[in-house]
Nanobody, 116 residues
Framework: QVQLVESGGGLVEPGGSLTLSCAAS????????MRWYRRAPGKGRELVAY????????DFHDSVKGRFAISRDSAKNTVYLQMSSLKLEDTATYFC?????????WGQGTQVFVSS
């Protein structure tokens, strides 16, 4: 079955960096676009970053453009979210997502806490 397992979250000071990983299994990873979402405390879920199946197209929420990068490694079936210049408002649980034939698949999430 499809599994998405995030890791790499933690506590970081403002201005710091973190890289999140999402290990995918149970499907043909190279065939599907991948997304990172986040849910901040008391807020709704928002799409943070997108990467196409081939990795040649990416897109980002306006609030993270220039600070976050997304990449994928098909040999490791893993998608990454590189976060830099982190701000207090980046505090959230980050989720990996795959949409396959109309079915949404989510990981369990990894928490990022930005605080001084």
């Amino acid at each position: 079955q499809v599994q998405l397992v995030e890791s790499g979250g933690g506590l970081v000071e403002p201005g710091g960096s973190l890289t999140l990983s999402c290990a995918a299994s149970g499907f043909n990873f190279s065939a599907y676009a991948m997304r990172w979402y986040r849910r901040a405390p008391g807020k709704g879920r928002e799409l943070v970053a997108y990467i196409s199946s081939t990795g040649d197209k990416t897109d980002f929420h306006d609030s993270v453009k220039g600070r976050f990068a997304i990449s994928r490694d098909s040999a490791k079936n893993t998608v990454y979210l590189q976060m830099s210049s982190l701000k207090l408002e980046d505090t959230a649980t980050y989720f990996c997502h795959s949409l396959q034939q109309g079915q949404n698949y989510w990981g369990q999430g990894t928490q990022v806490f930005v605080s001084s």
